[in-house]
């Protein structure tokens, strides 16, 4: 059975950082990343990696201060939040699928029907 474990997360004030993690257990997929929702918005894919070759997308919202990154033996990729903004608070949840590489570099890679979701963990940042 396929499990995601996210760890890190909390709160942070403006400017500052977190990271988090997310261990993927029973299989490799070909795409991972992290989805985002603050209250009342829509869910954003904000980041994601080909873990083939480490090649990345990040969102605009997030390019130049959110980095991921990935330990392919372990299965575990993390997401580096530096620069944080009051608008990047939400739930960020870790997912994972296998779709091709054009699809994990979309933007919308997590949409796919069979896309396996960790619980979830909460950010907030303060002003």
């Known amino acids: 059975q396929v499990q995601l474990v996210e760890s890190g997360g909390g709160s942070a004030q403006t400017g500052g950082s977190l990271r988090l993690s997310c261990a993927v257990s029973?299989?490799?997929?070909?795409?991972m990343g992290w989805v985002r929702q603050a209250p009342g918005k829509e869910r954003e894919g904000v980041v994601a990696?080909?873990?083939?070759?480490?090649?990345?997308y990040y969102a605009d919202s997030v390019k130049g201060r959110f980095t991921i990154s990935q330990d392919y033996a372990k299965n575990t990729v993390f997401l580096q939040m530096s620069s944080l903004k009051p608008e990047d608070a939400a739930m960020y949840y870790c997912?994972?699928?296998?779709?091709?590489?054009?699809?994990?570099?979309?933007?919308?890679?997590?949409?796919?029907?069979?896309?396996?979701w960790g619980r979830g963990t909460q950010v907030t940042v303060s002003s």
């Open positions: 997912a994972t699928n296998q779709v091709r590489a054009y699809d994990c570099f979309s933007g919308s890679w997590w949409r796919s029907f069979n896309t396996y």
């Open positions: 029973a299989a490799t997929f070909s795409c």
């Open positions: 990696i080909w873990t083939g070759d480490g090649s990345t």
